[in-house]
């Protein structure tokens, strides 16, 4: 098949059968149910966006695994020429108004795991490496969405994994079979999870029984989905949520692993701690790439939206407001530069995969994370209490009272007072809703907290190298 379209997908989630529960009740079906509507929809974007006739042709390439066309989701990239094309992908899902499609993970899974499982069979002659390979050939052939089960509950974080009261806080081996392993614990933050294909799971500790890696289908024995419904509207609104009510928002789950049954054909990693390094390395180079191309895009929407609500408050000009449409435009470019230049920087790994340069976009996710909040200072200040004050679509609706809201929320002449409503319901999602706590959080923490960040920054100078050109210029030598 190679291509799916967005119905091909939503089919294939029809056919799996993952035990899940929302707000203490068993799901059935989350196709159906209006608790996964916006999520499904998100990552339903993606396939939208493979079969239309403008991107098409960016969206897809030839893989020689399977020798057919295939997602450059699930495509290994081979050298920065496929970085850069990525990259322009991930811009162009701007268009389709998406602030989150999460298939990035799919990519960052795969090449981690391509990766980790070529050393590992380089130093154990283990066989790992066909397991991914086959995995890889799967992925491509069914366009499958790929989940991540990487963030354990960890218990008392002053305590190492070894110290835990409960053994489980952290995923581990519990018995190995002649036919595969069974693992025990539990993975958080696992956006999307139920409406994956299928999901990587990985636990990098320095102790062999705690440092595994596998695949498994989401719906194998044993795991159970335990999630928190999108921060988005459950039935789509008249007029409120214009964005979150279609896209971006995503179901998150506590994904537990009880007693799980792995074969060995799709475990790429077990108990050889001295490879975690590969695969966390990889994994949080290209993901971070993603958070970088992602704010990139989003900041679009955002100077769009601050524009957009200036315009019809007609106060275009201000000095102030251009200031700070400035400011974030340059911001957009700081991050996107930090994209590219890891794109373009990136390595070649002996396992063959292309895969960014980790300090550029290690920044460039940081200093967007810390700029975030100043965007959105800048759009409520080019909006006005509105934001927060306006009345509800229903209202302005409303046979009796919407047409005191039609007079009374007019502005410039020539907007029509319906534009202007809508524009301020835009600005209120992006910035005062549940969906923009929700983004706001994902943009901080997501892919690596802040300390990390800096650290994987730091790694990346040389010290030494600077201290040397300091004492060159104080002629200490």
């Known amino acids: 098949m190679g291509i799916k379209t967005r119905e091909e997908y939503i089919e294939s989630l029809r056919r799996q059968k993952p035990n899940v529960y929302m707000n203490g009740e068993k799901i059935e079906n989350i196709v159906d149910h209006p608790g996964f509507r916006v999520g499904l929809n998100s990552a339903a974007v993606t396939y939208d966006q493979a079969n239309h006739p403008e991107y098409r042709d960016l969206a897809r390439v030839r893989s020689p695994l399977v020798n ?17 094309a990525k990259a322009k992908l991930n811009r ?6 998406c602030p989150c499609h999460y298939r990035c993970i799919t990519s960052d899974l795969l090449h981690a795991a391509w990766a980790a499982s070529y050393a590992i069979d380089r130093n154990h002659h283990t066989t790992y490496h066909q397991h991914v390979i086959e995995i890889v050939k ?29 053994p489980d806080m952290y995923l581990h081996v519990v018995e190995k079979r002649a036919d595969g392993i069974v693992v025990r614990g539990a993975k958080a933050h696992g956006t999307a999870a139920p409406y994956n294909n299928m999901l990587c799971v990985c636990e990098m500790e320095m102790v062999p029984e705690y440092c ?23 039935e ?14 995503h179901v998150e789950a506590m994904i537990v692993f009880d007693d799980v049954f792995v074969p060995w054909e799709r475990v790429f990693m077990c108990g050889e701690v001295e490879s975690i390094m590969t695969f966390g390395m990889v994994l949080s180079a290209s993901h971070l790439w993603h958070k970088c191309l992602c704010r990139w895009g989003n900041i679009d929407l955002s100077i769009g939206a601050a524009a957009l609500i200036a ?16 400011q974030m435009a340059v911001d ?30 290690a920044a460039g996710k940081l200093y967007a994370a810390m700029k975030l909040g100043d965007h959105r200072y800048h759009m409520q200040d080019a909006a006005g209490g509105l934001v927060a004050t306006m009345a509800s679509g229903k209202d302005y609706r409303s046979p009796i009272v919407g047409k005191y809201l039609e007079k009374y929320y007019q502005g410039k002449e020539g907007v029509p007072t319906e534009d202007r409503v809508r524009a301020f319901k835009l600005m209120e999602d992006l910035t005062a809703s549940e969906f923009a706590g929700w983004y706001h959080v994902m943009c901080i923490t997501g892919g690596s907290p802040s300390k990390m960040l800096k650290d994987l920054v730091a790694m990346g100078c040389d010290y030494e190298r600077c201290k040397s050109k300091a004492r060159k210029a104080a002629k200490i030598e």
Not at 236 to 249: K, Y
Request: aromatic fraction near 8%; include cysteine; hydrophobic fraction near 40%.
């Open 68 to 84: 057919e066309e295939v997602s450059r989701w699930t495509y290994l990239m081979k050298d920065a020429k496929d970085a850069l």
């Open 311 to 326: 315009d019809y408050n007609s106060v275009a000009g201000a000095p102030h407001l251009l200031d700070g449409l400035s």
């Open 92 to 97: 162009a899902l701007g268009d389709f108004l």
């Open 332 to 361: 957009a470019e700081i991050v996107n530069a930090c994209a590219i230049a890891a794109a373009v920087e990136g390595s070649l790994h002996e396992s063959g995969i292309y895969y960014p340069k980790l300090s550029p976009v």
């Open 212 to 234: 595994v890696g596998f695949f498994t289908p989401v719906d194998a024995r044993g795991i159970t989905y335990i999630c928190r419904a999108a921060h988005a509207p459950v």
């Open 138 to 166: 799967e992925a491509q052939r069914n366009d499958w969405i790929i989940g991540g089960g990487l963030v354990s509950p960890k218990g008392d974080r002053s305590k190492g994994v070894t110290q835990q009261r409960d």
């Open 236 to 249: 789509p609104p008249e007029m409120d949520n214009p964005l979150s009510s279609r896209f971006g928002g």
